[in-house]
Every structure is written in C-alpha cells, then in structure tokens.
C-alpha cells in the first residue's frame, strides 16, 4: 500500500517545521504563530492521508483517504490559545 500526503502528524501543543523539525508552539515567536495560523487555514487539508493500492486492473485498485481537517483545526485552536496568552501578557 502507497500513502500520498501524510507527511505531517498531528501532535499536541507541538508544531512540526517545513524541515519537519518538532517543536513546542510554546517556544514560538508571534510572527511564527501568525503565519502558522493563516497558513493552516488556507489549508484544512494539511493533515490528510491518502492510501491507494494498485492492483492488477482498475477493479483491483483501493482508494482512501483520512480527512485530518478536526486535526487542523485544533491546531489553530493551540496556536491561536497561545498567541492570546502572549498578547496578555505584552499587555500587562
């Protein structure tokens, strides 16, 4: 079975960089966090998974897909959470 998409996983309070780096969104800079969020947004399909198994003729093919858009969407939730605690405290 070959999975297309997939190349990133959802971990909780982590994000994982474009060079697939893991790190804490606590140890992110505001900039960071910004553009995460509105680049996560654009892509609700960031967590998805696509499996398809190729057999002999079309009949013999299988297709599926994992929808990881909840996952997304909690991420934005992580994100958008710790960007307000920031805000916070920059407030005061």
């Known amino acids: 079975m070959k999975i297309i998409g997939g190349e990133y996983t959802y971990i909780k309070d982590k994000w994982e960089t474009k060079d697939h780096r893991i790190i804490n ?8 966090l910004e553009n995460t969020i509105k680049f996560l947004k654009k892509r609700p399909d960031f967590y998805d998974i696509e499996y398809i198994e190729n057999g002999v003729d079309i009949e013999e093919c299988f297709y599926d897909k994992y929808d990881g858009s909840k996952e997304v969407t909690k991420k934005i939730e ?11 405290k920059i407030r005061g």
């Open 25 to 32: 969104i606590s140890d992110m800079t505001i900039e960071h």
């Open 78 to 88: 992580e994100l958008e959470l710790r960007l307000k605690k920031i805000e916070r």
